[in-house]
């Protein structure tokens, strides 16, 4: 097993709506518009803390992770500071930060504002959750089933409605499934060639959208998958002794948003009152990568932790040096951005996506 494809990767651009002007948002959303909650399903780019309790070797409740979060506690979060789903709450004015919805803390008023069910490692596929000991989208969609009712027995039937019409919902995924699913475990690939692996990939991402809509929810946004191919630990394993990036992977997640992309579009177009939206990562992303000083970033090719070649999760730990400044880095270990990194990818998408829920 390579732990490096084990985390879901950046998928991330939850970074998705920030950025204006409103008092305690900077978000910008039409005067007779409320958003009472962000709800969040996927893999560690929003998983909140919910692998901190599952037999796994995908967590990051440890040092150094969290170094910068509030009180430099690790949390869970794979990242130094906050996700692109707390950055999202935060700016629409909501709360500070995104709760798992397996949080032990977690009380009646962080239920209605929003949680996150999503869990690192996961993925639109079936097996993909399976080889790491994850939460599966099928067992997050029962954990928001149970989160509903715990809504009708705080608020009753017509509010809980109403909460979940006016939500936020984030639904991040698919990296895992190419990175870890196909390309490192194989076991994908005896059966599909990419473009067939893409379309069981786009099914099961349609089924899950129309699963939650069912439920309730109507604003939902939907992530493509980053230049995987790119990431750091890609580049070690796939990119050659220059480690330059994986051309193959790239490849794999251009077919695989390019079939997603018209999928969400037909649902949108399909499914009554909804806005369900397509977010491209992709194209944002390499963007940074390849033209980091423009962005005021030095170091895209490696992560802050140890090399940064290769260290996610239980390899990225305290007995390991993290580098001085992680302002100038775009990824915090050799999968997921540092906080600058997720900040820059928030200005970069926010215009773009945030009058499309509305």
Known sequence: MHLPYMMQPLTFLLSLLLLADRGGARITIPENVTVPAVIAFGDSIVDQGANNNLKTLVKANFAPYGKDFIAGKPTGRFTNNKTPADLIVEELGIKEILPAYFDPSLNDKELLTGVSFASGG?????QTPKIVSVLSFAEQLQQFEEYIVKLKSMV???RTRYILANSLFLVVAGSDDLANTYFTVGIRRLQYDIPSYADLMVSSAS?????????GARRIAVFGTPPIGCLPSQRTLGGGGLRVCAEEYNQASQIYNSKLQPQIEHLNGTLAQSRIVY???YNPLLAIIENPLQYGLEVVDRGCCGTGN?????LCN????TCPDDSKYLFWDSYHPTDKGYNILINQVIGRYINDFF
């Open 122 to 126: 996961s993925g639109y596929d079936p």
């Open 156 to 158: 009753g039937e017509e």
């Open 207 to 215: 089924n899950f959208i129309q699963d939650i809509y069912k439920l």
């Open 279 to 281: 977010v491209d990562i």
């Open 318 to 321: 305290s007995l390991l040096p």
């Open 310 to 314: 290769i260290e996610v999760s239980i």
